[in-house]
């Protein structure tokens, strides 16, 4: 059972009202917890191993990692022995949080740095033995324990980069006032570490893929509706932010304790290959409260697409894979001859469509997938134009969401789409909707970005559709017939030559460079005509 917090509260500073009246307003735990990941970020900014946060947030995510995971350890021991059962830690004795960090005047200083840095060192029990990231990375599931792989996993991709063991030791105290064991304190954080991975996103600049505004990704989780019962993949799940969007949606379907099982441990999965993300993603689905994530922490891509069965498909699929990237040849080879291509966002489209389950789910529903695509996408021919016949002719593509200008703005000004298709049937008309830019706005920016309130016309129109100034409809048949270009532009909308299709754009660019050398021309003849 979660307790309620335990947060160290600090005591705020008084308003001269409060000490006319000899009140003092309590911290909330907001307040107490923001305070505190404050501090520790100060702390850090003091130590010349550490170079903005992008280094700051990898190392305060792996050590709160390992206070919750012991806070987690206790409370899951301390069941076991009131239900008589047998309790197995995923980590031993000496390298639990409460062995070696727990007491504020524990080991510090270079003490502190070889216990975690070397991989032999002198553990506080005196004894020589493997240091600390060396036994974390070195643990596996041979006692039948996954989150042992999960550890593994996790510290194979982290370093300490603190120079001073001094600071890590206060940035250590600092995290453990936090007791993960709180649901107050743990939506609390939730929150806070979310607003930390947008800082992150802002710091590394053209490194957006760590993030999907939030606005997003609420709104696909949304109109998906995953219902519990139905499984739910991210398979480029980044830092986690589709998964915990569904996570909280199931979360309030649940009813009973085995509703509560079902949505811990049969809902949601996901795939992250890159070291970083796959710690942020983990941290960040804890503190939502998924005890176990379920991310493979390998590439997505790396099956052969014709070896993707029943079993391995999926009800719900919400996603923003990475697109503008290149896969390398031995992930190409997965996938058919006529439709291998570098562009990893074509990969990913194929590997979606094959990943749906061709029955319907546990609750009656098709299986189904909302998809952030570029433009690209959409006008593509070739290896892009095969994939969409058989998108059109084997799924129900049955609403493309056009998105405005900036939503992913500064990190991509790639245009940028939202695909709804499922297994309900082939495709008989594709609904547009193009999302408009709020009255007076030409596109969004990090300080004015996209609100999920903008999508509320939207949402309303979703089950009850016809068409207007933002929405319309075009027959399949018409689709076909244009090499499957979806580039559709809206017919009460005005033209925006960004969205064109490249051939367009390359006759309006000839036809306007023929007009100016006629131009240049007859200036020069006039020219000519005056000497």
Not at 60 to 80: C, G, N, P, S, V
Not at 147 to 171: A, E, H, P, Q
Not at 315 to 342: A, H, M, W, Y
Not at 409 to 425: A, V
Request: proline share 6%; glycine share 8%.
């Amino acid at each position: 059972m979660v307790r309620s917090p335990k947060v160290k509260k600090t005591k705020a500073k008084k308003t001269k009202a409060e000490k006319a009246n000899g009140a003092e307003k309590p911290m909330t735990t907001a307040q107490a917890l923001g305070g505190l990941l404050k501090t520790a970020r100060a702390i850090m900014r003091k130590d010349k191993g550490l170079n903005g946060d992008l280094d700051r947030l990898p190392l305060l995510t792996w050590i709160m990692f390992l206070k919750f995971l012991d806070d987690l350890e206790q409370q899951r021991e301390e069941e076991a022995k009131l239900g008589g059962k047998k309790f197995r830690a995923a980590i031993d004795a000496p390298y639990r949080w409460r062995d070696w960090a727990a007491d504020p005047k524990g080991i510090t200083g270079d003490e502190l740095l070889s216990f975690i840095n070397q991989d032999e060192t002198r553990l506080p029990t005196g004894k020589k033995g493997p240091g600390l990231f060396a036994y974390l990375r070195a643990l596996s599931s041979s006692n039948g324990d996954d989150r042992r792989d999960v550890i593994s996993t996790v510290f194979r991709g982290v370093d300490n980069r603190m120079k001073s063991g001094y600071l890590l030791r206060d940035v250590i105290n600092k995290v453990a006032d936090i007791h993960f064991t709180s649901s107050e304190e743990l939506h609390t954080l939730g929150a806070l570490y979310e607003s930390m991975l947008r800082e992150m996103r802002d710091a590394a600049g053209d490194s957006g893929e760590f993030y999907t505004p939030r606005p997003v990704v609420r709104f696909m989780v949304e109109v998906a509706d995953p219902r519990l019962g139905e499984t739910v993949l991210d398979p480029a799940s980044g830092t986690g932010g589709f998964l915990v969007e569904a996570f909280n949606h199931l979360s309030k379907q649940v009813k009973t304790v085995a509703d509560r099982k079902q949505l811990q441990t049969e809902s949601i999965f996901g795939y992250e290959p890159k070291s970083l993300p796959y710690l942020l993603g983990q941290m960040n689905l804890l503190l939502h409260g998924l005890d176990a994530p379920q991310i493979d922490p390998g590439n997505a891509l790396r099956f052969k697409l014709s070896e993707v069965g029943e079993k391995e498909r999926v009800d719900v699929i919400l996603t923003n894979p990475p697109f503008g990237g290149e896969e390398e040849k031995g992930i190409q080879g997965n996938f058919p001859e006529d439709r291998q291509t570098s562009e990893t966002a074509l990969l990913f489209l194929q590997l979606i469509m094959r990943k749906l389950h061709r029955r319907p789910s546990n609750v009656g529903r098709p299986a189904r997938a909302a998809v952030v695509v570029p433009n690209g996408t959409l006008f593509g021919d070739g290896v892009c134009a095969r994939i969409k016949e058989e998108l059109l002719k084997e799924f129900n593509l049955h609403t493309i969401v056009r998105l405005p200008n900036g939503v992913f703005s500064p990190y991509t000004i790639i245009p940028t789409n939202i695909l709804f298709f499922d297994r309900s049937g082939r495709t008989e008309d594709v609904w547009y909707y193009e999302l408009p830019l709020p009255e007076g706005r030409k596109n969004y920016t990090k300080t004015q970005p996209l609100q999920f309130d903008e999508f509320k016309n939207c949402i309303a129109w979703w089950t009850k559709r016809e068409e207007n100034d933002e929405a319309w409809k075009v027959p399949v048949q018409e689709l076909l017939g244009t090499n499957c270009n979806l580039d559709r532009k809206n017919p009460k909308g005005a033209v925006d030559l960004e969205h064109l299709p490249p051939q367009q754009l390359v006759d309006d660019v000839l036809e306007k460079e023929l007009r100016i050398a006629d131009l240049l021309r007859e200036i020069k003849g006039a020219l000519e005509d005056r000497a």
